[in-house]
């Protein structure tokens, strides 16, 4: 009776939710690579005196992923705070080092990068530089200076409810994942996508198969780069060509082939996205899109830069998790109606499950 009551809850709020529902450095106040804050209000603050830059990895902050979504922390900290900004594209990674530098001599107050790749690069500028605050998205440290803080995201526990998705609405009983590079901050949504799909599968006697990834052996399907739509493309036909139907790619913009992918093939396959929302940040795909895993990172770097606003910037690692809404599966959109309404209060009784810690999720590469 207490479960059912609990979906019938649900129930109500899916309902009315369904109703409510290098490069040369640039520091023109955030407006790189495109004014996103042109047309908005004056901030109601102004700190033009603190100074906030930015540096992205090679995917570049148009990367409809999580370098886009990291870059929109900071025009959000130049829209609501009045910091001024600067920032920088990495072209390669060969980038990284003279781009932080570059950021140094502009003589920021907090200078944020991008991705797991930079980590090493950041702790060294960082233990150079005291007098400078330092903050990392998808980087931890186990012993950080007191000037850098690391961004980091369960995205395991939304992945798991991905994989959950995906079990429930493949119909072929075969679902694929792949990823751009093999680092921690790639597989721990491979693993949690791989650990919902067997939630699924013991709990409704099924057995949807998961291409391109084993959590158990941790051997998969890569690209083996970011950036090459072609080889994301390729990577999703092969998965396609063996039966997958939904695609989990975790690649950045070489992910995008594989929605490219889904939407050549007439409705056959569709695809959840990672890091944003994806119908926002690649609408024209939102067609073949279940669902996205998101990561709030840029909601992070806002934060990170108002605590050096405020003088309070301390080194104690942020976390996203579903509890304290960091990371979350974005709105169902085009696909709302089409989602059994059951399986969508699974996934919500999933979401609170895992909150309360009835569900563990067994991924290594957890933060």
């Not at 051997?219 to 039966?243: H, I, M, P, R, V």
């Not at 609408?283 to 840029?298: I, N, P, Q």
Request: aromatic share 8%; proline share 4%.
């Amino acid at each position: 009776m207490k479960n059912t009551a609990r979906i019938a809850a649900l129930a109500c709020v899916i309902v009315l939710g369904a109703a409510a529902c290098g490069n040369k450095p640039d520091d023109t106040a955030g407006t790189t690579p495109s004014d996103t804050t042109s047309g908005t209000p004056s901030p109601t603050e102004n700190h033009s005196d603190v100074k906030a830059c930015m540096v992205s990895d090679s995917g570049g902050f148009t990367d409809k992923s999580f370098n886009q979504t990291s870059y929109k922390g900071l025009t959000d900290a130049v829209a609501h705070l009045g910091v001024s900004s600067a920032q920088v594209e990495s072209q390669s990674d060969s980038d990284y080092k003279n781009n932080v530098n570059a950021m140094i001599q502009q003589q920021c107050n907090i200078i944020v990068t991008v991705g797991f790749k930079l980590g090493d690069v950041t702790e060294a500028a960082a233990k150079r530089n005291p007098n400078i605050d330092f903050a990392i998205v998808d980087y931890g440290y186990a012993n950080p200076a007191a000037n850098l803080k690391g961004l980091g995201f369960n995205t395991a526990q939304t992945s798991f409810l991905a994989g959950y998705l995906a079990a429930g609405m493949t119909k072929t009983g075969t679902v694929g994942t792949f990823g751009g590079i093999k680092i921690p901050t790639v597989t721990i949504f491979m693993d949690g996508f791989w650990e919902g799909v067997q939630h699924y599968n013991s709990k409704n006697g099924t057995d949807v198969k998961v291409l391109g990834w084993d959590e158990a052996t941790q051997k998969g399907s890569f690209t083996n780069d970011f950036e090459d739509k072609n080889k994301g493309a390729q990577t999703a036909s092969t998965l396609t060509a063996q039966g997958a139907d939904i695609l989990f790619p975790v690649a950045g913009p070489a992910g995008l082939g594989a929605l490219q992918v889904a939407q050549n093939s007439g409705g056959q396959v569709n695809a959840i996205w990672v890091d944003t929302d994806g119908c926002i940040s690649a609408a024209e795909y939102c067609g073949v899109l279940l669902s996205s895993v998101e990561k709030g990172m840029d909601v992070a770097v806002e934060d990170a830069i108002k605590s050096t606003v405020d003088g309070n910037f301390n080194n104690k690692p942020y976390v996203g998790t579903l509890a304290n809404g960091g990371t979350d599966l974005a709105p169902y959109h085009d696909w709302a109606s089409k989602i059994p309404t059951d399986l969508q209060q699974q996934i919500e009784l999933l979401k609170q499950d895992i909150i309360d810690g009835t569900v563990t999720i067994k991924s290594e590469a957890q933060p």
